[in-house]
């Protein structure tokens, strides 16, 4: 049994900073990748950042250059620093995970709601 439980949302004013975490618990072997999506009310779920095994990043260009995904993978876990947040950010977080025990799968979080608003 493996989850994933985020952490971190909340309400903030345009400008400010949020840091979201995701912990991975369970049965697990190694991690290869983590990532972010997000979702906001009308839209799909869409990519923010990913971070690969050897912490090479990929970005959405609507985030690039205000968020940050770090991974910690002696605690299993993956943060996302988000500086500089803008209305459009509001969304529901989803972490998620592909890991390795018998075999590779998939994992998602139940996500963390992002409000950015004044």
């Known amino acids: 049994q493996v989850q994933l439980v985020e952490s971190g949302g909340g309400l903030v004013q345009p400008g400010g900073s949020l840091r979201l975490s995701c912990a991975a618990s369970?049965?697990?072997?190694?991690?290869?990748?983590m990532g972010w999506y997000r979702q906001a009310p009308g839209h799909q779920r869409e990519l923010v950042a990913v971070?690969?095994?050897?912490?090479?990043?990929n970005y959405a260009d609507s985030v690039k250059g205000r968020f940050t995904i770090s991974r910690d993978n002696a605690k299993n876990t993956v943060y996302l620093q988000m500086n500089s947040l803008k209305p459009e950010d509001t969304a529901v977080y989803y972490c998620?995970?592909?890991?390795?025990?018998?075999?590779?799968?998939?994992?998602w979080g139940q996500g963390t709601q992002v409000t950015v608003s004044s």
């Open positions: 998620y995970a592909a890991i390795v025990f018998m075999s590779l799968k998939n994992y």
């Open positions: 369970g049965s697990i072997a190694s991690i290869s990748t």
């Open positions: 971070i690969t095994s050897g912490a090479s990043t």
